[in-house]
């Protein structure tokens, strides 16, 4: 994965608008992270190959950046992300890293199930 670059996931985004797809959304402050440190709240969320299409997606922020997709009944948002894999030519895949390196927060987006 390599840092996200503003214009190039925008252009991705805009490619996959209007097409019925499959969704991966994850979050996670770690599920055991109540274990390690009594202060942390754990809190996490998943959901996979749910199909939505979108007319719009944008990506916004300095980094981390968010990720908004308007669809026909409401919107999907993401913040926190960080990067994303650039090799992945049928599939838009961006994750957001804390400072260690764990992972926070996943959005995907495919035309085939995952």
Known sequence: MQPIHIKETQDRLDSFKNEELYIHLEMTTGAYAAHHDSTKHPAATFI??????YSEGSIAGNGPFRVGLKMEQGWVYCEGLTHMEETEQERIIMAGHDRDGKL????QLSKLPF
């Open 48 to 53: 996979t190959n749910a199909r939505i299409r």
């Open 104 to 107: 926070v927060v996943a959005l």
